[in-house]
């Protein structure tokens, strides 16, 4: 197949698009490289079957002729975190809903066999179900998560309208290697790991018993290949490890020190996808294990070297939008 992955350069893209080299594919990897890296590109296998184009999704006219042939359309490319979303929810707004529909109309103007969406499980806010279905009410508490889920809307009123075969898969804590931010306070393996290196304490949020549905990014890309090759569309679909575990458990399995800092308002105490629809429909579900994951996550931490290293001072700065925004509606 001739693949198009948006965000390819990314963290979870680049892996995606490593796998389908591997499966034999060609890929075009469409990025603006804001937050993509051109190293996680490096070292491909069957290098010669990539082509990237450096583009913004948003930028209709640049992005159109990558879209020449391509049967099967990854979606990947977004803004994430969710503090920069409370400060420039704008610029939240045009790459995850402006660039979702720029790269829905080049799909459906080229005729794409597949379209898959990468959505967010943010977009459940605090469950009231664990583990939490498809069908849970959407409550986005924070501009990321209302931009992913407003992005899943138009993919599939695409489907619906226009006939695009799409499909939409939410992801819960996605971590593997090259999941480093640069300079954002981001997500806590990247957060743990440069501690770890910098012999730093780890920032525990609380009291690090809340829990997390921690899935490792080969079994995601695992989900997103088969559902391409699948014939569903118009599916929503959670992608979840099948269990959830303890920030303290990490801590364990990481090794190290701790320091606490404060319980961030509006933050789920759990979050657990119940992945049975996705085992019906694709007989999918993750194989490698936390306990695995995290051994390769340290096998690989050298690549944290030149990731920031936070402390409970720079997180407090970091965060004091969210603590500005997010309490009021707990
Ligand atoms: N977390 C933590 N220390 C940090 C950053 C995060 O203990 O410095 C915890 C946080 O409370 C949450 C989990 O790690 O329970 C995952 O946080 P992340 O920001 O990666 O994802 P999300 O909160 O969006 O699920």
Known sequence: MKCLVTGGAGFIGSHLTER????????????????????NLDNLPFADQLMIVE????????????????DWVFHMAALADIVPSIEQPLAYHGANVNGTI???EASRRHGVKRFVYAASSSCYGIPEFF??????????????ALTKMIGEQYVMHWERVFGLSAVSLRMFNVFGPRSRTSGTYGAVFGVFL???????????????????????????????????????????????SGNTYSINFLVELLGGDVVYIPKRPGEPDCTFADTTLIKEKLNWSAIVSFEEGTQTMLKNIEYWREAPVWCPATIGEATRGWFKYLGEND
């Open 20 to 39: 389908l080299l591997e499966d034999g594919h060609k890929v075009v990897v469409l990025d603006n490289f804001s937050t993509g890296r051109p190293e």
């Open 55 to 70: 583009a913004d999704i948003q930028n209709q006219d640049l992005i159109m002729p990558a879209f020449k042939d391509v």
């Open 102 to 104: 720029s790269v829905l």
């Open 131 to 144: 583990p939490t279905r498809e069908d849970a009410p959407m409550r986005p508490r924070y501009p990321y």
């Open 194 to 240: 440069a501690q770890k290196l910098a012999g730093k304490p780890f920032t525990v949020v609380g009291d690090g018993t809340q829990t997390r549905d921690f899935t490792f990014v080969t079994d995601v890309v695992d989900a997103f290949v088969s559902t391409a090759a699948s014939n569903l569309r118009g599916e929503i679909m959670n992608i979840g």
